[in-house]
């Protein structure tokens, strides 16, 4: 197909060339992920945690809600964000529609599920292994929690980035809530939307490969990070 | 690499701080003297126009505008809620109707381009001789060739539907036939006309700049009710308090100015104007 | 390794009284599933000996130090401790498990957390900590993490983390059953050190000379029941009950009690 060889061409001259445009894009949507994730996970990781050592009823439902949100599809969370900070709605007089601080509320209202609910997942394991132990030394449930989640960091790597492909992949709802609007909410996503409905594949293609070159990169970097620490400490 | 919990913890904060930090200046980069957002449509995007013209009214005012591209269905219920401080679309009718229901304070005519029917390059339905746009229609439902409708709110598709109403046509039973609704922007119905070789109707400017023709070409413009008018509104701040009115009226005073006119003629897709300045004051001088 | 000297043991035990015991615990029973697991138990823990909990797999032993400890409570009867400081008794009560429970940090870290939550300050945490490494002879390992360690030195471990709480009662669930002879025999050397440290042990076992060797008073159960509670001497030497008499004789099978078959057949048993 000549549009995988274009595309591939347009993504070299983008980055050859270094146009200050598309370090912006790039810029603007790492720093929307990685801080939607962040807040995500100081949400996410306690609740996910926490869900695995309280017992209170109604455990069960909430964890299978949890669960069924990480599916929840990024365009219609972007509309009742879009709902909820428009002038018209409730939070109309923060003005923060159409800006990155919408497009960050948007991402982090779909990756703290699933940051949640993965979290429960592995923290549950090692709470079977921990639970008399811990309950005989007399810590109490909230440093539980943090015991659990400081001996799960390993594995808790793999569900953050699974928050952090969410985000950075996702176009439905920052294209909403934020609007796409040239050098102030256009991130990598939007970008090959736009492109895309201009009929430019080739570009779009391109800027494609460039945000896939991210996401590898950031993976690999967290897997060689999260490899040698292991080795340090078994 | 004992530091690294610690290390790890303390990255991610500072990278946080740093990002915030970005973030805010990178909302506020152009704000020397605010900024208005500006609800539009895909073809004053798509079409490069705003790219083109805006930075001059930046560098005169020192306001920055931010445009919305969404169909005009979109931009005005934006509009409507008070997300943004001006509509400029291409929908009279509708554009009346927003001010007359107190959601705008008054409407300008700023320019207008033109509709055209693209279609394939054999041109089946034989639209080429056709005298006037109706009669293109006509033919294109009687040899049932593939046409690809917006199927939104959009000013495009609303005149397309008025053409359709001045003949004798089952649309809705030939949906998903012939007639095929893509729900779509002007770029998505251009792209998915593209591969299936049919006939739409499009506005020159996202025309011209569009890169996908594939085997598309221009068969039948020049109708006089095929011109496309676009108005510039303000809206209403004594129904949304927070508009940026001295800025949103700038800016109208700006788009219906000789600079802002002349700006508007001089943009170029291919060496052609495709934009055409036609605002009451502007018409009065030339 | 040193656990003769007496001198920086830790709580170090001149005068030390009691807080929490005694424990009493009176008709106690215990269910799970519909079936009663521990039946009308009633006993009382004192202060001063060591107490090792005998009998065969499925006789309770490890339900009856759990509902000691408070791990879990009982469906009918009450556990009470009846000492003076009965506000927060599990403070002063440790647990060692059948299985070491390592958290995925280093022996120091693992040492560290336990005692972090307890308002003790980091300078006498640390010294604590080198102090109770030198009795159990982890100094050498502290930074090692503790999932690397063999069994027996992960026991050693979860025993030194016990200790280092200064509890007036340590619990102990078959402690040496999943170590080789040199592993238990180090580890009963510490429980020596500990009981001489004043606090009080309530131990389970099925291996009859761990019992032997280290028990002040012996209580044998059965299928949930307290059957008999003597002082060592005299339950090693004859145990008043039948079912006693032939757990000392290797001959008790839980799954049946009429059928007791004569020593020749028992010895097949055994050899295969």
Not at chain 3, 117 to 134: L, S, W
């Amino acid at each position: 197909m000549m549009e995988i060889r274009d595309a591939f061409a347009a993504a070299m001259a983008l980055i050859i060339n270094f146009e200050s445009g598309l370090a912006e894009i790039v810029l603007l949507s790492l720093q929307v992920s990685i801080i939607a994730v962040a807040i995500a996970c100081l949400i996410g990781l306690p609740i996910g945690a926490a869900l695995a050592v309280f017992q209170f009823p109604g455990r069960t439902a909430i964890a299978v809600i949890l669960n069924a949100m990480m599916g929840l599809p990024p365009v219609v969370v972007g509309l009742i964000v879009y709902l909820t900070l428009s002038r018209s709605g409730p939070l109309g007089t923060l003005g923060l529609l159409y800006t990155p601080t919408a497009m960050i509320i948007a991402q982090i209202c779909l990756v703290t599920p699933i940051i949640a609910a993965l979290t429960r997942q592995t923290t549950e394991d090692l709470w079977q292994e921990y639970a008399e132990h811990l309950r005989s030394i007399g810590i109490g449930p909230w440093r539980a929690v943090t015991t659990l989640l400081w001996d799960s960091r390993f594995s808790l790597i793999t569900t953050i980035l699974a928050g952090f492909g969410r985000a950075s992949a996702e176009v439905g709802a920052v294209m909403i809530v934020g609007g796409n609007i040239d050098h102030v909410t256009r991130v990598m996503t939007t970008s090959i939307a736009l492109e895309t409905s201009k009929g430019d594949l080739a570009l779009a293609l391109g800027l494609g490969i460039i945000l896939l070159a991210l996401a590898l990169s950031v993976n690999a970097a967290a897997f060689i990070i999260n490899d040698a620490a292991m080795k340090r400490h078994g | 690499m004992r530091l690294f919990p610690g290390f790890l913890l303390k990255f991610k904060r500072s990278l946080a701080m740093v990002a915030f930090s970005l973030l805010l200046s990178v909302t506020n980069a152009f704000a020397t003297n605010g900024f208005i957002v500006v609800a539009s449509t895909t073809s004053t995007v798509n079409s490069g126009l705003f790219k083109n013209i805006l930075p001059k009214f930046t560098k005169t005012t020192g306001i920055s505008v931010r445009v919305l591209g969404v169909g005009t269905g979109q931009a005005i219920k934006v509009a409507e809620r008070g997300d943004a401080d001006i509509l400029f679309v291409h929908h009279k009718i509708s554009e009346v109707e927003f001010v007359k229901n107190a959601f705008g304070v008054k409407r300008y005519d700023v320019m207008y381009n033109d509709f055209i029917v693209v279609g394939p390059q054999d041109d089946p339905a034989d639209v080429q001789k056709a005298k006037n746009v109706v009669e293109a229609y006509k033919k294109i439902a009687a040899t049932k060739s593939i046409f690809v409708s917006r199927g939104d709110e959009s000013g495009t598709h609303k005149k397309s539907l008025e053409f359709w109403r001045t003949i004798p046509v089952d649309l809705v039973n030939s949906s998903g036939k012939w007639y095929r609704e893509a729900g779509s922007g002007m770029g998505a119905t251009l792209n998915l006309t593209s591969s299936i070789n049919g006939y739409t109707l499009t506005d020159k400017s996202t025309w011209m700049a569009f890169q996908n023709k594939g085997l598309l070409v221009v068969l039948f413009e020049g109708d006089p009710s095929m011109r496309n008018q676009y108005g510039i509104t303000m809206v209403n701040p004594a129904r949304h308090k927070h508009v940026k009115a001295p800025l949103a009226s700038a800016f109208i005073g700006w788009v219906i100015s000789n600079d802002g006119q002349a700006a508007i003629n001089d943009f170029r897709i291919s060496g052609k104007q495709t934009f055409f300045a036609n605002a009451a004051a502007y018409k009065k001088i030339n | 390794m040193d656990s003769s000297t007496n001198e920086t043991l830790p709580n170090n035990v001149e005068n030390k009284s009691a807080r929490i015991l005694p424990l009493v615990l009176k008709n106690v029973s215990y269910e799970k599933a519909g079936m009663r697991l521990i039946k009308d138990l009633s006993v009382t823990f004192n202060f001063g000996s060591l107490t090792v909990i005998l009998g065969p797999n499925g006789a309770g032993k490890s339900l009856l130090l759990r509902l000691c400890h408070g791990l879990i409570k009982p469906s009918k009867g009450t556990v009470d401790w009846c000492g003076p400081k009965v506000s927060a008794p599990q403070r002063y009560q440790a647990m060692v498990f059948q299985r070491p429970v390592m958290l995925r940090r280093s022996v120091i870290a693992n040492l560290s957390h336990s005692l972090k939550y307890r308002g003790i300050n980091k300078a006498e945490r640390t010294q604590k900590i080198d102090n109770i490494m030198q009795h159990t002879g982890l100094s050498r390992l502290a930074k090692v993490p503790a999932r690397l360690l063999s069994v027996g030195e992960q026991q050693r471990l979860a025993v030194a983390r016990a200790w280092s709480l200064d509890p007036e009662v340590l619990f102990m669930d078959e402690p040496t059953a999943a170590l080789d002879p040199a592993a238990t025999h180090s580890l009963e050397n510490i429980i020596g050190a500990i009981k001489k440290s004043g606090t009080k042990i309530i131990m389970s076992t099925h291996d009859l000379g761990q019992a032997k060797r280290l028990a002040d008073e012996v209580l044998f159960l059965y299928r949930g029941r307290l059957l008999e509670q003597a002082d060592a001497s005299q339950f090693f030497e004859k145990p008043n009950n039948d079912l006693a008499q032939s757990f000392m004789r290797g001959e008790l099978l839980w799954w049946n009690r009429q059928e007791l078959k004569p020593p020749e057949q028992l010895k097949e048993r055994r050899q295969k």
